[in-house]
Every structure is written in structure tokens, then in C-alpha cells.
């Protein structure tokens, strides 16, 4: 005999994750601790950034600024990958959490694609002797700042922020084509910068002396964007609530009138 | 350790610049945090006394 009782069925893993009432819920648990430990890795970052690493045998201390540089570089990329795929989860499951992803991320990818500039052109006067030249990697970089602050003027324009998270994710997606051409740009092109040294298939040729603080201060920046964009996604989600008090607001005083 | 060697100023510069962008995104997420849920706050508030009347 069937069973006609209603059952109640609990949330899979994924909604329990991507809800934004659950989401609010478990995320809230999660910023004090994620705090914390950033703090602690970039304590020990700079530690090692300071006193625990040597100065370079040709670089001298100028190898220090790659302790800010790379980690900067290294978001200014992995920004963009989580956009990328909140994009698709836009676009295919036209997910609501996707597009608080995306809106929360951009702004991040901004300032630290700015700051991987600023920060190589820091690197580059006594390096190479010039803080600016229009080669490969500077240039896609430079190309990626105007990806995402045409983004963030996108989300802006548009008050639907619906509409805007389908038309932002397809631009996403063509955008994408840059971070290829970013990591590639030194094997393609003559350029000034100097072709990968850490995620190499055959392994880093770093010393580990350089190695250790360039990984735990790559951990630091790390952490501090999942706080950043956890705490930033909380924020958009509360807006949207906002949003949608506001518009009851305005009924209920439409009615009364 | 670090010696205020030959180029201690671009190192400074990137350090610097590091804290002031890390510190400015802090800030403004913390902020734009803590209005939101004041301003949702008051919003609710709002919604209870409607719905009381």
C-alpha cells in the first residue's frame, strides 16, 4: 500500500549551503572563526615577509615586495574564477546566491587587481627600471582592472538586479578569454615579467626560504578575500531584504492613502 | 631580517599601499555591513507596528 503521509523532507547539502535564508543562518557562525585564523596567517606572513626570510643573493630586499605582489596577483585571478563560475550558476540554474556571489566578489577583484599592479610597478622601477611598459602581462592585467569596473558600473546601471545579474553573467563569460591570455602572456610574448616560478608543473623553482612566506602570505590574502566576500554576500542579501521591505512599505502607504 | 637597504622606499611604497587598500576594503565592507542591518532593522520594526494596527 502507498504511503499517503506527508513526509517532510530535510535540505540537501547544497540547499542547506546556497538558501540565503540558511545561508545567513550558518555563515554567521563562520565569519568570527575565519577572522581569527586570518589574523593568525598573516601574523606568521609577516613574520616570515620581515625577519624569518632572507633577503635575495641578486634582489636584496626588494624580493620582499613579492610577499604582497603575488598574493594580490594571485586574487586578482581567483576573483575572477568565482565570478566566473557564479556566472554559469546565473545563467544555468538562474540561482539567486550566484548572482549575490558575483556582485559581492567584483568590487574585491577590483581593488586587488589595482593593488598587483601598484605593487609590480613598485617591483619593477629597480628591477627593471621602469615602473610601466606595455607588454603582455601588464597590459591583459590592466585589461582585467577595466573587466571589473565595467562590471561593477553594469551592476549600477540597472535597477532590476535580476536582469542585470544575466546580462553581467554573460559578460563575465566573454571575459574570461583574459585569464588565460594573463597566465600565458609570458610564454606568448616577449615581456619584461618573468614566467612562472611557483605553479609549475614540474614544481617551483623558488628556494624555500622564499618559497614558505610567498605560500602562507598567498594563504593570508586567501582568507582574507572568503571573509571579505562572505561577509560582502551577507551585506547584498540584506539589501535585497531591504529592497523588498521598502517596496512593502510603499504599498502599505499606497493603500492607507 | 630586513636591512633599510638600496630601494627600502619601493618596498615601503608596496607594503604601504597594501595596508591602505586591505584597509579601505575592511572598512567599507564593515560599514556597509553594520548600515544594512540597521537599516533592516528599522524596516522591520516598521513592518511589526503595521501589522499590529
Known sequence: MADTHAKTVEPGWFT????PGMFMGWSRHVI????VITTLAFAVGLFYAFYGSPADYQMGDTVRMMYVH??????????????????????????????VSQKAAAPLGAAFTALA???????GRPTWGTFWEWDGRMTSTLVLLFIYLGLIALWRAFD???????????????GAINIPVIKFSVDWWQTLHQPASVFRLDGPTVDSSILIPLLVMTLAFSLLFLTLHLVRMRTEIT?????????AQARAAGDAA | ???LGQHWEFVAASYG?????VGVLIVWTVLSARQAKARVAVLEAARQTRRAQ
Open chain 1, 160 to 174: 532590476d538586479q535580476l536582469k542585470a545579474a544575466r546580462i553581467v553573467a554573460v559578460i563575465t563569460l566573454v
Open chain 1, 117 to 123: 599592479l601598484f605593487t609590480g610597478s613598485m617591483w
Open chain 2, 17 to 21: 599601499g597594501t595596508l591602505a587598500v
Open chain 1, 70 to 99: 603575488v598574493p594580490s596577483a594571485w586574487l586578482s585571478q581567483f576573483c575572477y574564477a568565482i565570478m566566473f563560475c557564479s556566472a554559469i550558476g546565473t545563467l544555468v540554474w538562474r540561482h539567486p546566491m550566484a548572482d
Open chain 2, 1 to 3: 631580517m630586513i636591512a
Open chain 1, 16 to 19: 542547506r549551503i546556497a538558501h
Open chain 1, 32 to 35: 568570527v572563526p575565519l577572522i
Open chain 1, 239 to 247: 539589501r535585497r531584504r531591504i529592497r523588498s521591505l521598502e517596496i
